[in-house]
T-cell receptor, first 111, second 110 residues
Framework: ETGVTQSPTHLIKTRGQQVTLRCSSQSGHNTVSWYQQALGQGPQFIFQYYREEENGRGNFPPRFSGLQFPNYSSELNVNALELDDSALYLC??????????FGSGTRLTVV | KNEVEQSPQNLTAQEGEFITINCSYSVGISALHWLQQHPGGGIVSLFMLSSGKKKHGRLIATINIQEKHSSLHITASHPRDSAVYICAVRSRGASNFGNEKLTFGTGTRL
């Protein structure tokens, strides 16, 4: 299987709720990274996972957390959602940070 | 000041025009990526550069490591080239590859 698949594609949540976004890695890739893209802005690095451990993090609070599974797929969890969390969330897989393949993103709206 | 700056922010071109998008960065990098993002949000990787020049069809990307500058050129632009073009740099935070991350520019809307 090729390509990176993200689910769901769109999601509406209420402030204070929790959300889990999912990402499958491209076959052969062992690293996954997550990005938040606000409207009209470039993506911002949230964190990266390699061998099921977080090994790099951007300027995001602890309520943003993640998991990577043995098959290299990944989850992004956000607790206590805030209105400013509304954004496009992108996941990218790579092999040791080379040759990134991006998913189509999950558009999260917090109301 | 952003670590990655792109110009112009918006660009309108006539079909067939040669266009250039510029990217300047202020950090040490291990590679620079040019990405294309369509209105639906999905991102496609166009080029990964660590030196010199790469060409793919009507797209050409160049990088000058000493000047910390890269350009993306589209020769003979076409309506299907309409998208947001994003420059992203891969920087190494620590000695092991695992701490590398991508830092993105804000994009150029063509």
């Amino acid at each position: 299987e090729t390509g990176v698949t993200q689910s769901p594609t769109h999601l509406i949540k209420t402030r204070g709720q929790q959300v889990t976004l999912r990402c499958s890695s491209q076959s052969g890739h062992n690293t996954v990274s997550w990005y938040q893209q606000a409207l009209g802005q470039g993506p911002q690095f949230i964190f990266q996972y390699y061998r099921e451990e977080e090994n790099g993090r951007g300027n995001f609070p602890p309520r943003f957390s993640g998991l990577q599974f043995p098959n290299y797929s990944s989850e992004l969890n956000v607790n206590a959602l805030e209105l400013d969390d509304s954004a496009l969330y992108l996941c990218a897989s790579s092999f040791h940070n080379y040759g990134y393949t991006f998913g189509s993103g999950t558009r999260l709206t917090v109301v | 000041k952003n670590e990655v700056e792109q110009s112009p922010q918006n660009l309108t071109a006539q079909e067939g025009e040669f266009i250039t998008i510029n990217c300047s960065y202020s950090v040490g990098i291990s590679a620079l990526h040019w990405l294309q993002q369509h209105p639906g949000g999905g991102i496609v990787s166009l080029f990964m550069l660590s030196s010199g020049k790469k060409k793919h069809g009507r797209l050409i990307a160049t990088i000058n490591i000493q000047e910390k500058h890269s350009s993306l050129h589209i020769t003979a632009s076409h309506p299907r080239d309409s998208a947001v073009y994003i420059c992203a740099v891969r920087s190494r935070g620590a000695s092991n590859f695992g701490n590398e991350k991508l830092t993105f520019g804000t994009g150029t809307r063509l």
